[in-house]
């Protein structure tokens, strides 16, 4: 007997007016793993990743989350039930201080000091920027932050988009350590990629995604064989 999926997407379609994006689409994502979805821009998959936060509602199909069809509930009531998503671009206050910015996620009922103190063990770095403007630090400082405000409400499942965009490979490789990290403490993880490298190496299975379909899931080795097929493809 196999335990059932933390988040399942079944058949989901979803839509921006009468422009379909996704066309049925299955994906399953386990406790404490790490799923990554992979392909070329324009592919559909941040479309999935705002499907599972509730920022846009299914056209068909079905989402289930914890073994509850949840079609059409609203971000505030997905984040509730424990779904963090954290978006490309970050998602921060640049003209809050790092430490405003983590009291930020004290509305779960966490307390700052907590908030603190979880933040800056993960990321050493940031205890030392606590009083400086998010705005004014780099690239990977900023989405160190925008992680740790995230796993301040100790999520069930962590929604990354494209975390590595636009970051040097060493702090991309930390921040995926990271990613490891949380989802060996149970957390599961759905990480949208366009670049596969960078999250292939933490992820238990990886998925394709072109032109709004899923075309292959597997373990990342063997998917990783598939991806200069799929990427041509769609060019």
Not at 157 to 181: R, W
Request: proline fraction near 4%; charged fraction near 20%.
């Amino acid at each position: 007997m196999t335990d059932s999926p933390i988040l399942s997407l079944q058949s989901v379609r979803a839509a921006y007016g009468r422009i379909e994006v996704i066309h049925g689409v299955d994906l399953e994502v386990f406790s404490g793993k790490v799923l990554a979805l992979l392909g070329p821009n324009g592919a559909g998959k941040s479309t999935t990743l705002k499907v599972c936060a509730g920022l846009v509602a299914p056209t068909g199909g079905d989402y289930i989350l914890c073994d509850r069809r949840v079609n059409g509930a609203r971000p505030e009531d997905l984040a509730r039930a424990g779904v963090c998503l954290i978006p490309e671009g970050k998602g921060i206050f640049p003209n809050l201080t790092v430490r405003e910015n983590l009291w930020m996620a004290t509305h779960t009922g966490t307390s700052l000091h907590d908030v603190e103190e979880v933040a800056y063990s993960r990321f050493e770095r940031l205890s030392q920027r606590r009083n400086q403007l998010a705005g004014t630090m780099s690239g990977g400082e900023q989405q160190m932050l925008a992680m740790s405000r995230g796993l301040a409400t100790n999520p069930r499942i962590l929604l990354l988009d494209e975390l590595s965009m636009g970051l040097a490979p060493i702090i991309v490789e930390e921040l995926y350590e990271i990613v490891a990290q949380v989802a060996s403490e149970g957390v599961s993880i759905l990480v949208v990629e366009q670049f596969a490298q960078t999250v292939l190496g933490v992820a238990d299975t990886a998925a394709i995604m072109v032109h709004g379909k899923i075309t292959s899931v597997g373990a990342p080795s063997d998917i990783a064989m598939e991806l200069s097929d799929a990427y041509m493809g769609a060019s």
